[in-house]
């Protein structure tokens, strides 16, 4: 059978991950990777998690956790999470609270209420894979979201109107973005709101690593800055925080959340009902116990174990990297943005890498709505050794040098 006369159009536009194809190179033992952006399992609550099994599958609670369950999530997950919220200026109730199979369904369903074809969703330039990876199946047009430029309202209409529809949304991970690990500072913040109001749409708030702040003050969650405007009521704003356990707790068990207005969380759960009815009863069970008794013990142990790496990352950056290439400093998350000398392709530099070097990263190019920054990469620190960090980076330094004097050739 010829399938691609029958595929929808819209499966012409799902790619495979480069990310997840990189993956597959852990599997060698010989491979430095700082390709992928995952959390380290030595670092997984094992024992809590463990120990929270055995309690939900103990007495009254085993049938509960083995059942059918409610579409919004565990009721005393969602309370949880009402309060970790109140933590960061975010008053909501429960109400206010979708669970989802991790926060990438939450894009997923986030594309699928907001975009008809032809449709602009707004993003930076670079963003995160995984978002246009979601986007891309609902066949938007994409526009650049340059938080503080002074582009006029009206393009954003006219570009959007030029490409057949109209602008929907705005996407951003304000905490140490994913790729680029740079955090957006709070008049940025303010910019996207301000934006988002002129051209009446909706805001995404990707906060996949809000808890991964290695140094300095946090800055207000764009949801909260939202509700402060409107009085404190958060059923008067335009944004949704999208949150996730699996950068801190385990992302295996995909548990994710959304925090929005309650009509819109409505929505969502429509969605949600349609798709899979509820995440994973016994996994929501288990990770509001974990949460309860280990969540701060365990970002602890996170931030400090990564932003040693961090470190590590760029000290060794300095020492080996050749004049004309740029990196940026992250104060959290798991990422460090390289930017090549022109003409320096990252892609080609990540096959000779891989043949020649046994360094794996992720070119940039795949972060780009438009297929730009081929001269740009992203380095992962969470899963790397001190002494694979300062192999790795050194190799790659190597690996750079021999690119660099072919493409000067």
């Given at each position: 059978m010829d399938w691609d006369q029958v595929f929808a159009t819209r499966a012409n536009r799902m790619k495979a991950s480069e990310i997840r194809e990189l993956l597959k190179l852990l599997e060698q033992p010989d491979i430095i990777s700082f390709a992928g952006g995952i959390p380290d399992a030595a670092l997984f609550p094992t024992e809590a998690?463990?120990?929270?099994?055995?309690?939900?599958?103990?007495?009254?609670?085993?049938?509960?956790?083995?059942?059918?369950?409610?579409?919004?999530?565990?009721?005393?997950?969602?309370d949880w999470i009402v309060g970790e919220m109140k933590t960061l200026g975010i008053d909501c109730r429960a109400e206010n609270v979708l669970i989802t199979s991790g926060s990438q369904q939450v894009l997923d369903y986030l594309g699928k209420i907001f975009l008809s074809p032809k449709d602009t969703a707004l993003v930076t330039w670079p963003t995160y894979l995984g978002a246009l990876g979601a986007f891309n199946a609902y066949e938007p047009a994409y526009d650049r979201l340059t938080p503080m430029s002074n582009r006029e309202t009206s393009t954003y209409h006219d570009a959007a109107s030029k490409a057949g529809g109209r602008v929907k949304f705005a996407y951003c991970v304000p905490e140490y973005s994913n790729p680029t690990g740079?955090?957006?500072?709070?008049?940025?913040?303010?910019?996207?709101?301000?934006?988002?109001?002129?051209?009446?749409?909706?805001?995404i708030e990707d906060a996949a690593y809000q808890s991964l702040r290695y140094d300095g003050e946090g800055v207000a969650p764009i949801l909260a800055l939202d509700i402060a405007r409107n009085g404190g009521d958060i059923e008067k704003t335009r944004t949704l925080y999208c949150g996730s356990f699996s950068k801190t707790l385990a992302p295996g068990l995909r548990v994710g959340w959304v925090v929005a207005a309650e009509s819109v969380i409505r929505k969502l759960v429509l969605v949600k009902q349609a798709a899979d009815l509820h995440s994973s009863t016994i996994n929501q069970m288990v990770i509001a116990e974990v949460a309860a008794n280990v969540m701060d013990r365990q970002?602890?142990?996170?931030?400090?174990?990564?932003?040693?790496?961090?470190?590590?990352?760029?000290?060794?950056?300095?020492?080996?990297?050749?004049?004309?290439?740029?990196?940026?400093?992250?104060?959290g998350g798991m990422f460090v943005w390289v930017t090549l000398p022109e003409g320096v392709d990252g892609a080609e530099l990540l096959a000779a890498a891989i043949r020649d070097f046994r360094i794996a990263f992720v070119p940039g190019k795949a972060f780009h709505a438009d297929g730009?920054?081929?001269?740009?990469?992203?380095?992962?620190?969470?899963?790397?050794?001190f002494e694979m960090i300062d192999e790795g980076i050194g190799r790659l330094g190597d690996a750079l040098r021999r690119e660099m004097i072919k493409a000067a050739a």
């Open positions: 998690v463990t120990a929270a099994y055995a309690k939900v599958l103990s007495g009254d609670q085993a049938s509960t956790a083995l059942q059918y369950s409610v579409s919004e999530g565990y009721r005393p997950l969602r740079e955090t957006m500072p709070l008049a940025a913040r303010e910019w996207v709101l301000d934006l988002a109001d002129e051209l009446d749409i909706a805001v970002i602890e142990r996170l931030r400090a174990t990564y932003s040693a790496r961090r470190d590590r990352m760029l000290a060794a950056l300095e020492r080996s990297m050749p004049a004309g290439v740029a990196w940026t400093r992250p104060l730009s920054g081929a001269n740009t990469l992203r380095l992962s620190f969470s899963c790397a050794s």
